[in-house]
Antibody, heavy 120, light 112 residues
Framework: EVQLVESGGGLVQPGGSLRLSCAAS????????MDWVRQAPGKGLEWVSYINSRGSAIYYADSVKGRFTISRDNAKNSLYLQMNSLRAEDTAVYYC?????????????WGQGTAVTVSS | DFVMTQSPLSLPVTPGEPASISCRSSQSLLHRNGYNYVDWYLQKSGQSPQLLIY???NRASGVPDRFSGSGSGTDFTLEISRVEAEDVGVYYCMQAGQTPFTFGPGTKLEVK
């Protein structure tokens, strides 16, 4: 079964850091691009970051550029999001998603999400 | 950046009746390869989003054929031929061609 499982969310103070992980299974992780998408409470979906299969191409939303870092470890079938200088507006459920380059849809598999709350 | 808008934002529908959601992009989503890079996603309550339609009009694997997508350039439509109770949720269109990928605000479909 193709599956993505996020972890690492929690409560953090403004200015703090958090590292999210996404464990992939059921497919050849190293062959796929991956993304992070977030959803603030009661709000819509917001794309956060993209990484290609080898980690050589990376993009960020302007809202997180310079504060968040996406990375992957293909040997461990894992995707990461290092979040620094967190703000209240970063409070959201963070989803990792498999990226099919748009050819058969952009995000064809999603994880269940991990909740991040930034509050003092 | 591509700005995506949707209408209506709320859509009450009687089961068995059709439903239609409009999505508009601030710029053309028609690529030089002839494909329109717009996806449609459904997020049911308490669940992760799921891919319904890709490249404007192609149903994703396992999506019932009562769902269809159409349009080109800047104007797109998601249609449900006969709404069922399980179709309740929020529908998002998304520009899928280049980063930053951008979603519409969502259309909440409810069954009357």
């Amino acid at each position: 079964e193709v599956q993505l499982v996020e972890s690492g969310g929690g409560l953090v103070q403004p200015g703090g850091s958090l590292r999210l992980s996404c464990a992939a299974s059921g497919f050849t992780f190293s062959s796929y691009e991956m993304d992070w998408v977030r959803q603030a409470p009661g709000k819509g979906l917001e794309w956060v970051s993209y990484i290609n299969s080898r980690g050589s191409a990376i993009y960020y939303a302007d809202s997180v550029k310079g504060r968040f870092t996406i990375s992957r470890d293909n040997a461990k079938n894992s995707l990461y999001l290092q979040m620094n200088s967190l703000r209240a507006e970063d409070t959201a459920v963070y989803y990792c998603a498999r990226d099919r380059s748009g050819e058969v849809g952009r995000f064809d598999v999603w994880g269940q999400g991990t909740a991040v709350t930034v509050s003092s | 950046d591509f700005v995506m808008t949707q209408s209506p934002l709320s859509l009450p529908v009687t089961p068995g009746e059709p439903a239609s959601i409009s999505c508009r992009s601030s710029q053309s989503l028609l690529h030089r390869n002839g494909y329109n890079y717009v996806d449609w996603y459904l997020q049911k309550s308490g669940q992760s989003p799921q891919l319904l339609i890709y490249l404007g009009s192609n149903r994703a694997s396992g999506v019932p054929d009562r769902f269809s997508g159409s349009g080109s350039g800047t104007d797109f439509t998601l249609e449900i031929s006969r709404v069922e109770a399980e179709d309740v949720g929020v529908y998002y269109c998304m520009q899928a061609g280049q980063t930053p990928f951008t979603f519409g605000p969502g259309t909440k479909l409810e069954v009357k």
